[in-house]
Structure formats: structure tokens, C-alpha cells
């Protein structure tokens, strides 16, 4: 790997670069290069390689191993053919389960991402991760803060932090990330269910914790290090030393890059991490007496296998209300979530309209999506299509009796900047917001629609259903 670019006047995070390189350089050593990895990925296709390029796969690996190692692209020797792979990667996991030597080739594709990255001037990935990170910053902040109030945000970890009363740790943290605030509805949801089984908790996240994942891919690992090891910090204060993850992209940038590094640098992890849906699968059994209203829909399911057992998690929940029917739509199941396959415009578009056809055809209901980018990138098609978008716990709490508006989809079915302000008026001036800043927010939720759609917005005033 290239000898870091920053400056070692900071040990803490030159270590944290040496682990990092180590675990990456002892990983490309136990890789054999079988191509198995290349073989099940489900995107080189549309990742752009070529039929000549995939009849080697094990070429393919050992291009990767190549950058890992250098940062180099050579292409009269075939790394071109690995630039496009890594470039391509959304995070499916296929490559994890294909090796036979415990080899994560998603790690690898990761860190040579990183390593390409790298190769641009330190004050240019330094600005590239400041950018980065002001452009989640403000939509986060301003999204947010344009459907809830005060307390509400408070509720999720945003603001001033209110005081307990009591100096016991809860039994969980509960990290939501960034980009679900968003559509706070969701996280509201996992805590009311949190709340209903008698967990204790403490949310977290935000900008204020920051998983670095923003940095990292800018190739700014020395801040992106120093910022996940302030978050991790914060994070370690459970009785039963786990943290709770909502987010997919924390869950791998923690478990497969931060974690692994710390354990090497501080010679211990300094907590677990456990996606909440597969957290709700375990506690199924004291879930289920709650579960007492009928649901009776007939549903399909919007799968993303990137966390290997979420999927085959949210079924067997979902199973457990009553009155709901899944139906298989047979599409396919690729990615982390619906924002890892935004390097993929035309694949991802193509998923979409696929999905909604077919979604149509055989008459569901709605359309159920796992997580908060797939609800953001979903959930306007409800206008256009005879089914409604809704995210799983949406299903979950109706049947215990717990509801949560879904502002951001009757917002995002608006389609004008203008009347989304004008609805939320209040808001914006409660919570002291800029308007221009704001309306940069609404335009950039706005733009997040890899599907166009094709009917007539929902008017001010109207209800989604």
C-alpha cells in the first residue's frame, strides 16, 4: 500500500493507517487468486467488463491484490479490468460466501477503492472528505429538523442531550447512523418496539458520530480513523457491550474495516455489532405476543443481501404478524442497500422499474423495503402505482398498535421544492433553519429518484396513503 500521506506528528492515527495496511496486505497474502470471487459477483456485468476479461476471473482478483498493494492501475497488464470491478462493487457479499480460505474479497475491493483514491493530492482528499461530509451534514440536519420537533429529535440522539437521572449504562446502544434521519419514522418505529420489549437504550448517531465512512472513501484514512475512533468511543457505554446498528453501510464499515483495526491497535474490540433486524429476529419469540392487531396485506419484500441473514430476518418477522401474506416477486437480490448501487445509474434504474412492474402484476398490496435508502428512493413511486411503499416496521408496529407519519414520502411526493417549503414553514422557522440551505436539502431528496416517475405530484395538502 502507498506510505500514508499525512503527517506522522499524530502517532494515535498513523497506527491506526499501519493496521489497516497490515490487515489489507495479510488478506491479499491468503488470498490463492481462484477468481472464485469474480465468478458469483452478480454486477460485473454491468460493471462494464468485458466477456475477454471474465474468461480469466483469477486475472481479474490478482489485479486487485495489485492495487491493494500499490495503488497502481496498470492497464496494458490487466488491473483495468480490476478498476472496473472494484469501481463497480455494491456490496452484495456474494464474493464473501464463494471463498474457501476466509477471504473477505469485499474487503479487498473496498481497500483498493481507498488505494485509487489515494492517489489524488492529500489536500485533495482531505477536501474531498470535507465535502463529502458537509453534504450528508446538511441534508441530515435540515431534512431532519423539517419533520420533527424538538423533542423528537432529542428522542433520536439529536441536540441537547436531556439528563437521565441515573448513572446506569442501558443495555444497548442504539446507532443509527446518519442518512435514516432522514426518514425519521423508521428509527422512531425501532425505538417504540425497543420501548414495548422492555430493552434499555441510548441512541446515537448523526453527524456528531460519524462512522468515517465518508472520509475513508475520499482515501483520507487518517481522518476518517481519528473519527471513528471518537465515535467508537462514545459507542462503548452498554451494560452488554453491543451496540445496535440500523445503518447497513455503519454495520460494514465498523465490522469489516473500523473494528477489525482497532482490535489490532488497542488489542481488543471495544463492543459488538448487531444489525437491529437480526436483534428483532433473536427476540421474536418476546415479540410475538405483541404482535395482536391483524395486518391482513399480501406484500412483497424489497431485498438488498448485503448483511448476510437481514433478509431471511425480516421474513420470518413479518411472518409473525398476522393477516400478512409474502409474495416472491423473483427479482434479484443484489447490493448493501438501494444507495450501494448508485455507481450503477442504469443497473439500478432497470432494478427498479422491473420491480414495480412485476410488484403490479401480481398485485400486492405494497412494497416493502428493509431500509432507509430504499424507502427514500421507493417511496414517491406510491403516487404512480397500485400498491404503497412502506419499510417493514411500518407493518410491525401497526400490529402492536404503534403508529409513526410517514412525513418524507408525502413531502417527496410533492415533487416542488416550493410547496414542500411552504408546508413545512413552521418547522424551518422553529428550528432557525436557512431557507436557501434548506431548499438545497429538499432539491438534492428531490433528485434521488433512479426511477423517474410518471404521474401527477401529490398536491399540498393531500395525504399519502
Not at 103 to 125: E, G, I, T, W, Y
Not at 258 to 274: D, H, N, S, V, W
Request: charged residues 25%; glycine residues 8%; aromatic residues 4%.
Amino acid at each position: 500500500m502507498q506510505p500514508p500521506s499525512q503527517s506522522a506528528a499524530d502517532p494515535a492515527v498513523q497506527t491506526f493507517e499501519a493496521a489497516l495496511e497490515a490487515r489489507a496486505l495479510a488478506m491479499a497474502d491468503a488470498c490463492t487468486r481462484c477468481g472464485k470471487c469474480v465468478e458469483v459477483c452478480p454486477v460485473t456485468g454491468p460493471g462494464g467488463l468485458t466477456p475477454e476479461e471474465l474468461q480469466n476471473p483469477a486475472a481479474v482478483i490478482d489485479g486487485i491484490i495489485d492495487i491493494v498493494r500499490t495503488g497502481q492501475v496498470r492497464t496494458n497488464d490487466g488491473n483495468e479490468a480490476a478498476r472496473k470491478w472494484a469501481n463497480a462493487c455494491i456490496l452484495s457479499g456474494e464474493c464473501i460466501k464463494a471463498c474457501d480460505y476466509g477471504v473477505n474479497p469485499r474487503f479487498l475491493l473496498h481497500m483498493a477503492r481507498v488505494q485509487m483514491a489515494r492517489r489524488s493530492d492529500a489536500a485533495v482528499q482531505r477536501k474531498n472528505g470535507v465535502d463529502g461530509f458537509r453534504k450528508v451534514a446538511r441534508e441530515v440536519t435540515h431534512l431532519s429538523r423539517i419533520q420533527l420537533d424538538d423533542a423528537l429529535l432529542q428522542r433520536l440522539g439529536q441536540g441537547a442531550k436531556q439528563a437521565s437521572g441515573t448513572e446506569e449504562p442501558p443495555d444497548f446502544i442504539f446507532y443509527t447512523g446518519c442518512n435514516v434521519l432522514k426518514t425519521p419514522h423508521i428509527a422512531l418505529l425501532a425505538l417504540d418496539i425497543m420501548d414495548a420489549l422492555g430493552v434499555t437504550y441510548e441512541v446515537m448517531g448523526g453527524p456528531t458520530h460519524c462512522c468515517g465512512i465518508v472520509q475513508m472513501r475520499a482515501g483520507d484514512v487518517a481522518t476518517s480513523g481519528r473519527v471513528a475512533e471518537g465515535t467508537l468511543d462514545k459507542l462503548s457505554r452498554s451494560k452488554s457491550g453491543q451496540v445496535l446498528s440500523w445503518c447497513p453501510s455503519c454495520q460494514v464499515q465498523f465490522a469489516e474495516t473500523t473494528l477489525p483495526t482497532i482490535e489490532k491497535t488497542r488489542g481488543a474490540r471495544p463492543f459488538e455489532m448487531t444489525p437491529f433486524t437480526l436483534f428483532i429476529r433473536k427476540n421474536l419469540d418476546r415479540l410475538r405476543p405483541l404482535l395482536r392487531e391483524p395486518v391482513p396485506m399480501r406484500i412483497a419484500l424489497h431485498r438488498h443481501p448485503g448483511i448476510h441473514g437481514v433478509v431471511e430476518a425480516a421474513e420470518d418477522i413479518l411472518r409473525a404478524v398476522p393477516g400478512i401474506e409474502i409474495v416472491d416477486l423473483h427479482q434479484p437480490a443484489v447490493g448493501l442497500q438501494a444507495n450501494s448501487i448508485r455507481v450503477l445509474p442504469a443497473y439500478r434504474r432497470q432494478l427498479h422499474e422491473q420491480e414495480l412492474e412485476t410488484a403490479a402484476a401480481v398485485g400486492v398490496d405494497a412494497l416493502v423495503a428493509v431500509y432507509h435508502s430504499d424507502h427514500r428512493e421507493l417511496c414517491a413511486h406510491e403516487r404512480d402505482w397500485p400498491f404503497r411503499i412502506m419499510n417493514m416496521y411500518e407493518i410491525i408496529g401497526a400490529s402492536m398498535g404503534l403508529r409513526r407519519d410517514d412525513r418524507f414520502k408525502r413531502l417527496k411526493m410533492m415533487q416542488d421544492a416550493d410547496a414542500i417549503l411552504a408546508d413545512c414553514r413552521d418547522l424551518v422557522e422553529a428550528h432557525g433553519l436557512d431557507v436557501e440551505t434548506t431548499r438545497t436539502a429538499i432539491e438534492a431528496m428531490l433528485e434521488e429518484q433512479p426511477a423517474p416517475l410518471r404521474g401527477a405530484p401529490l398536491r399540498p395538502g393531500d395525504d399519502a396513503r
